[in-house]
Nanobody, 125 residues
């Protein structure tokens, strides 16, 4: 049974940093497409970042240059380092995983079979 458990969310001021963690069980983080989505109140869910088997990383335009996705294979854990946070980054952040080593093109939520429960990030101005 696959489980994804996020942690690390919280409240910060604009310009601050947070690091989200996603502990995975039931799958190998090193050989699976994994990523992060977010959803703000009243807005559609959107992709943030993803990483595939070959460590190819892709970022959504709003977070490029500020966020970094990475993983620790020994800990089977995915991370999202978020720097230069802005109020528009406020959202529930979800860790996601697919069944393939390679990520699909685009940010279709349906391409990810497994979702964590989410962790809230709030950025104040």
């Amino acid at each position: 049974q696959v489980q994804l458990s996020e942690s690390g969310g919280g409240s910060v001021q604009a310009g601050g940093s947070l690091r989200l963690s996603c502990a995975a069980s039931g799958l190998s983080a090193s050989s699976t497409c994994m990523g992060w989505f977010r959803q703000a109140p009243g807005k559609e869910r959107e992709g943030v970042a993803r990483i595939n088997f070959g460590d190819l990383t892709i970022y959504a335009d709003p977070v490029k240059g500020r966020f970094t996705i990475s993983r620790d294979n020994a800990k089977n854990t995915l991370y999202l380092q978020m720097n230069g946070l802005k109020p528009e980054d406020t959202a529930m952040y979800y860790c996601v995983a697919g069944r393939s080593p390679f990520c699909s093109v685009g940010w279709r939520a349906g391409d990810y079979n497994y979702w964590g429960q989410g962790t809230q990030v709030t950025v104040s101005s």
